[in-house]
Structure formats: C-alpha cells, structure tokens
C-alpha cells in the first residue's frame, strides 16, 4: 500500500493528468484497429474506483472519458468517409480481413444501431466506426448516436469502478492489505485479457491455416475415429477453436509439469520465487481477506469436488450417457490416485517454521487442490460447452475458470501450498482435461443437454459447499490461520523501554495514524471486559456485513446502529464496547481493543492489548443511509474514561508512560 498510495495522492492533487490518461485511453480504444490493443476496461474501471474512493470528481472523469470515445469514433468515421474501399488494403486494417468481413456484416445487420452496438461487442467494435464512414452514412446521424452511445458507453464502464470505490469508503476501515490483494487480482484479470484479445487478433489466420493441413491430414488416414477428429478440428466447426487450444494447453503443461517436477526431485527444495511470495502473502494476511479465502479454499475440498462431479453424472446417466458418465467418474479417480502417488512419493517441504503436523500434508507437489478443482471443473466445462453458442462456450469456460483460480489463489494466499505447488497442479489437470476432451469428441453432441447439466452440477456445487463451510468452517479456520511468533518481554523490560515497540496509533486502510491507544492492557480479556462494563460500557457482537443494512435507514438513532468496522494492522477488534450519552442520542463513545503480536512475561505470560477511545456521532447522508463517524476522544475525554476503568476492582495501573505527545497508560488485572 506504500507504494500504491503516492500514486493515488498524486492523481489527487493532479486530476488533470488522471483525466489526459482517461482521455487518451478512451480515446485509442476507439480508433481503428488501435482498439484491440488498448486495455480501456481495466483503466476506466481504476478510475471509477478512484472517482468513488473520492480521489477524483465524477464530471470530470465522465467528461473525459466520454469525449476521448466519442473523438476516437468520429477520427475512425472520418477515415472511413475519406479512403472509401482502399481502406480495406491500407494497413492495419489489411492484416485483419476477418474483422473487416465481421464488421461489414454487423453495420448491414443492424444498420444505424451498429454504432451503438458495435460499443460493446469485442473486436468488432474497433472497426465499425470506419466501416460506417466507408459505406457513406451521413455525418449529422453518426455523431448523434456517436454522442448518446458515448455517453451510455463511458458511464458503463465507470460504474462497477465507482461501485468498488463506494464500498470501500463505505466500510472505511477495511484494510490496506486487502485492498491490494483486490487490485493484484483486478490487475491479472484485466491483463490477462487485454493479452489474449492481442494475441486472438494476430494468430487467428494462421490458426485456420494449421487447422486446415491438420484435418486434412487426419482424413488422409482413413481411420474412422481419425476421420471424426478430422471433422473436430475442421476450421469450419465452431468447437474446433477450443479443441486446439486444449492440445496445445496439454502440450505446454506436459513440458511445465515435467519440469517443475524434474527441479524438486533434483534440488530437493524449492525455488526463491516460491519463498518470496510466501513471505508476501504472509504480510499481507488480514481479517477480512482470511474470512474470504478459507471459504475459497474450502470449496476446493474432495467433498465439494466429488459432489459437484457427482452432480454431472447424475444427469448424464439421466440422460442415458453412459459413456460420458463413466470417463467423467475414470477422469476425477485418475486424477485422484496420481495426486495420492505424487504426495507419497515427492515428499513435503515446508517453511521451517511451520507446524509441520499441521502443514506438511499441505505443502506438497502438486497442490491437491489445484489438481482436483482443475480437473472437475474442467471435465465440467468440456461437457456444458457442447452442443452451445461461442459466447456461451467461452462464459462457461470462464466461470469454470475462475472457479479454478480463486481456489488456486486461496492456497497460495493462506500459505499452505507453494506456487510450484500450485502451477504443478494446475498442468496436471490440464493434462488430464486435455486427454478428457480429446475423448469426449467422440460422443454425439446432441446427447448432452448444457442448461440441464449446468443446473444440476451447479447445485450439487453450491449445496455442498454451503454446507460444509457451515458445517466445518470453525475447524478450517483454526488450521489456516495465521502463524505469527509471538514476541515476548520480561515485564521489567516492557515498563522500560520496550512498550515503544507496540504501535501508538491505530493504523487506517492507507497506513494513516488514526486514534491514539491511550491503554495497553497486559492480561486476558474477560477482566477487561468486566471491568468496561462497571464502567458503563455495553459489548458488542462481532460486527458482520449483514449489520451494514442497519445504516440505511436514515432515521436510525445511534443507539441502534453498530460502530463501523476497523481494524489495525489488518486485523479485527478483539473487544467492541460502546457507552450511550442519554443526553445526546447523536454521540457516544466507543472502546476498541486490538490484540499485539507481543506478549510480557513475570510469573505468567500476558497477552498485549491496544485499547482505544473514540466519540462517535450521527451523521445522515443525503436522507438516504447515516453512518456513525468517529472522532479522536479529547484529552479530558480519555481522562474521564481512565478514572471511570481504574475504579472497577479489577484493574491495576502499572505505569504512566509519555512519549513525545502521546500519553500511554498500562493496566494490567489485579491478581
């Protein structure tokens, strides 16, 4: 987050750079051909983002973004109206005659409506602008539905970027590290399609071309099932396209796995990069991302695997396909026993300072997970992508795939798997999957109904994960959670010098200083607890995002609305308590206490709480939600909090410590 947030503080104090960049973004995406490389999505997206964080002003942004498409259509209209036909032979443009021929057919299907259409359809939508010019529509026409299409066009792809912007202003106290695992993941999305929609473009026609001398080779055989494989992989087969990828995935995961495999079994260790980005992760862990990712990881488990697999062969075997039913049951147990051998024979290598009972059967090659996910999910795709639409295919393989991934990513997150662990698994599958479609071919598309079989797997799926998160989610989040040293003090030593090492302020999601922990409070919990209550303190539940609907009703009083969530250092209060102020139902105050990573020891350990005090008051937002907002307790504030906590029998002051301008108290429970 350090380094993210000189960056968002610049755009801030500098939005005219912030708005040249959306413009020219905007802009490129809209001319001809310039379109397909440019990653408009994504950038405009981060500056929705930044518009609801409140980094940046809406007007603005959709002013810029709105003019940069609207300018890069009408310079594309125009070179369209001015070359005519030879702007077919003018490169780019003659490098893509595929596109040209997709595109002329678009404007002639839809007509005007093109330009409006053509927006938001991939690929084609970097050419109909000149197409239209080229085929003479008039200029006044195309500039209105240029404009209003603009208009509709920019705030489309502003919105989910606002949306993610507004939630997190709203939780406020969400943590920085969260914040960057959120964008990491935003970022490899939106990269990784940019990439593939470059590479598409460029490989399409020699891809036909390799088809082509591949089918007819096939059908020179004169081997029947030669001669359906022929029929597969024919250019003219809508499914051909995904067949080849799976064999040229599966050929590229043989090499990958052979190698990370060879690596391990010759070094015996793993790799710098692996160390490095379990050390990352590692710092990175918070609260609200480990509730998020043990869920994730947790719908990777055999039970939930073997259901959503189960799922699918139930309604084959309802559709009477046996043969797909029972390659589907032979794919998940190969997959299975390979797992089982590799784990046995490879061996674990785990951090040395894990618990290896609790972490070794994790940290070996490959990653289970990654494996199992990969190919269920992978034998599902294969199956409910037959006998559909393009489009359809590729929602199906991408939702497949992103299931894959956010498991995949879940281990890597939660440090229980290296990432050779999990690119391993990973090829493995792809492997397996491969082998599975190739096979699967074979069957009459016809027999496989896609709506029915995607219902039912995806049932089976969520029933299972449900309840076995409900069930076993307890138990997970023991064994993933975090596995931080406790630091440990002679008390004397505490006293003298060493409570400086404890943070003095909490830290908000930018890494900003907020309120002052005016008590560190050496001891367990309940005595604290006890004693905020004698002071006229309530506990509060642990807050969960279903309390967040409670802040929509503008006319809420304060004593009915939750404290928002905060955290420190990325992790959750141990212990929310509020006291009411019955002569001002606008303000209150509210006690947080946040476990340390230190620990003092006299005659028994101690635990290091950070305790804070703020005062909270009610402020109702454009008639729509109210909030309550804290405020830094005043020094006569914290005072009276003080007096009010050393006069419950359960305290004892230790030392009055000061350093700089801030005042820390240390208490600790009488004995």
């Known amino acids: ?77 125009w070179a369209g ?74 705030f489309a792809h502003l919105l989910p970027g606002i949306i993610l912007g507004q939630a997190l202003a709203f939780a ?15 970022v490899l999305l939106g990269v990784g399609g940019w990439l593939i929609r470059i590479f598409s473009a460029i490989l399409t026609p020699y891809r036909k071309a390799l088809q082509g001398r591949i089918a007819r080779w096939a059908r020179a055989t004169g081997n029947r ?43 015996s260790a793993v790799g710098n990069v692996d160390y490095a980005l379990f050390n ?32 699918a062969v139930v309604w084959l075997l309802l559709q009477r396909n046996w043969r797909a039913a029972l390659a589907t049951v032979l794919m998940v147990a190969i997959a299975k026993a390979i797992v089982m051998i590799f784990c046995g024979f490879m061996g674990a290598h785990e951090p040395a300072f894990a618990d290896v009972s609790t972490m070794a059967q994790n940290f070996r090659l490959p990653s289970a997970h990654a494996v199992m996910a990969g190919v269920v999910f992978g034998c599902f795709m294969i199956l409910a992508s037959r006998s559909m639409a393009r489009w359809s295919q590729a929602l199906v393989a991408a939702a497949c795939g992103i299931i894959v991934l956010s498991i995949s990513f879940s281990r890597l997150y939660l440090g229980v798997n290296w990432l050779s662990d999990i690119v391993a698994g990973l090829m493995l599958a792809a492997i397996i999957t491969t082998i599975y479609g190739v096979a699967i071919e074979t069957l009459p598309s016809r027999r496989i109904k896609p709506l029915g079989l995607i219902v039912s797997g995806l049932v089976a799926f969520m029933l299972a994960g449900a309840l076995h998160i409900t069930s076993s989610y307890e138990h997970n989040e023991q064994r993933y959670a975090a596995r931080d040293r406790m630091i440990s003090y002679p008390l004397s030593a505490w006293l003298s010098t060493s409570w400086k090492g404890a943070q003095l302020r909490r830290m908000d999601m930018a890494g900003n200083p907020e309120e002052v922990f005016i008590v560190q409070w050496l001891g367990p919990l309940p005595p604290l607890q006890t004693a905020l209550e004698s002071a006229g303190f309530k506990p509060l539940p642990k ?49 947080r206490v946040f476990a340390s990573n230190f620990q003092v020891t006299s005659v028994i350990s101690a635990p290091v709480y950070l305790v804070s005090l703020t005062q909270e008051t009610l402020h109702p ?4 939600f109210s909030i309550p907002m804290g405020h830094v307790a005043s020094p006569t504030e914290s005072q009276e909090f003080l007096s009010k906590l050393l006069a419950s029998p359960q305290v004892e002051k230790i030392a009055v410590e000061t350093f700089g301008d801030q005042t820390v108290t240390i208490l600790q429970p009488k004995p």
Request: aromatic share 10%.
């Open 172 to 186: 406020g106290e969400l943590s920085g590290r969260l914040l960057i695992i959120l964008l990491l993941l935003l």
């Open 225 to 267: 099932p030669m001669r359906r494989f022929a029929r597969a992989i024919a250019p003219e087969n809508p499914r051909s396209v995904l067949i080849l990828l799976s064999l040229l995935l599966g050929l590229i995961a043989v090499f990958v796995f052979g190698d990370i495999v060879s690596g391990r079994m010759i070094k």
């Open 280 to 311: 990352l992760f590692a710092n990175l862990r918070n609260a609200n991302a480990d509730e998020l990712f043990i869920r994730i990881t947790m719908l990777g488990d055999d039970i939930v695997l073997y259901a959503t697999a189960l799922g």
């Open 1 to 77: 987050m350090d380094k993210i947030q000189p960056y968002l503080d610049y755009f801030a104090v500098h939005p005219s750079w912030a708005l040249a960049v959306i413009f020219l973004i905007a802009f490129g995406e809209a001319l001809l051909v310039i379109g397909l490389v440019v990653p408009s999505t994504a950038v405009l997206v981060g500056a929705g983002a930044l518009v609801g964080t409140g980094k940046l002003d809406f007007w603005p942004v959709m002013i810029a973004a709105t003019l940069g498409c609207i300018a890069g259509d009408q310079v594309s209209f």
């Open 621 to 624: 937002r454009f008639n729509l």
């Open 543 to 591: 807050w969960t995002w279903s309390d967040s609907f409670l802040y929509l009703d503008p006319h809420a009083p304060l004593d009915r609305l939750p404290p928002k969530p905060a955290l420190h250092e990325g992790l959750k209060a141990k212990l929310t308590a509020v006291e009411s102020q019955p002569q001002n139902n606008t303000a209150r105050h509210t006690v």
């Open 81 to 154: 109206r001015f070359f005519g036909e030879r702007l077919k032979t003018m490169w780019p443009l003659s490098a893509y005659p595929h596109l040209l021929a997709k595109g002329e057919d678009f404007v002639r299907l839809h007509g005007g409506k093109s330009i409006a259409l053509g927006r938001f359809v991939p690929g084609i939508k970097a050419v109909v602008p000149g197409i239209a010019g080229m085929f003479g529509m008039g200029q006044v026409f195309f500039l209105s539905i240029n404009i209003a299409s603009g208009i509709v066009w920019a």
